[in-house]
């Protein structure tokens, strides 16, 4: 930042005591510590004429604050709703942009759900769960209506796993967050000035605990490392899961290609599957020792 990277603003500050109250909640089980945190970050940002506010005395700041004044307001959708415009679209463009949209919503929509599924523990050995194709057809549905109020792709979000953590674990959730997303339709003043920093923290939190599921990479073959460490760190570096997942598949393939190459022209086999047989090996001769002890 302009101070050379020390951590002088205030709202980073607050968002950073907001995450650790929830933090210090989630290990007393307050099933409600996202809540508390991130409403108690908002309200004290609401006040104005501090270094926090998430109004502050300036142009935007004014108008923020104006619009929160009204509490209640419902905005005319007439100038959203099925404005769609292909005039401007070639054939060689059109085909551009529907592949586009299409890997970035498939390849986002299938992070998500892996990730958070991975985390509820009800996924298979094979990298399945339970209703998926009704998943992924609910996200697909939800980007085509989505469309015709002018929106982005609807996707799959990795929010949802606050959810998770909290113990959500059915669609009735789903119905609850559908209708509060309803009310907040009328109540968008107010939604809409809640600052990032007070709701970044839940996601960090999140994040961390996701983070278990690295656990099950085989850190000790550097293929899988690799590539790993290389989806992991691409998504927050360009904001994006698509851009993770391209990044990790596309060097696994290069990495994978030259392994059978190599295999083909050399008779050298795969040195990845050497490495993992060699795991389970001795995941094995563990398993068998402490069979022993118990049963000395």
């Not at 991130?38 to 935007?60: E, K, L």
């Not at 309803?182 to 961390?208: D, E, Q, R, Y």
Request: charged content about 15%; some cysteine.
């Amino acid at each position: 930042d302009e101070e050379g990277g020390q951590m002088t603003s205030g709202t980073a500050w607050v968002g950073i005591l907001g995450t650790l109250i929830m933090v210090i909640l989630m290990c007393y089980k307050f099933r409600s510590a996202f809540i508390i945190g991130i409403g108690f970050v908002t309200f004290i940002s609401w006040f104005r004429g501090t270094d926090i506010t998430y109004f502050p005395d300036n142009v935007g700041g004014n108008d923020r604050y104006d619009y929160f004044k009204k509490v209640v307001s419902v905005e005319s959708l007439d100038k959203v709703i099925a404005k769609y415009d292909f005039g401007a679209l070639s054939g060689g463009d059109s085909a551009i942009a529907i592949i586009t949209l299409l890997y970035v919503d498939f390849l986002d929509t299938s992070g998500t759900l892996l990730a958070i599924i991975s985390s509820m523990g009800i996924m298979d050995e094979n990298g399945d769960f339970p209703k998926s194709r009704a998943a992924f057809s609910t996200d697909a549905l939800a980007t085509i209506f989505g469309s015709l109020f002018g929106l982005s792709p609807i996707t799959s979000y990795i929010e949802s796993a606050a959810g998770v953590e909290v113990g959500s674990r059915t669609g009735l959730t789903s119905v609850f967050v559908a209708f509060f997303f309803f009310l907040s339709i009328f109540f968008a003043p107010i939604i809409a000035s809640i600052p990032a920093w007070a709701t970044g923290g839940s996601l960090i939190i999140v994040g961390a605990l996701m983070a278990r599921s690295l656990a099950k990479v085989h850190w000790s073959n550097p293929a899988h490392a690799f590539t790993a460490f290389v989806t992991v760190i691409v998504m927050p570096l360009t904001y994006s899961i698509a851009y993770g997942l391209i990044a990790g598949i596309g060097s696994w393939i290069v990495i994978k290609s030259v392994f059978f190459i190599v295999e083909k022209l050399f008779k050298i086999p795969d040195p990845s599957v050497i490495v993992i047989a060699k795991e389970i090996d001795d995941s094995s001769t563990d398993d068998e020792k402490k069979e022993d002890v118990v049963d000395a």
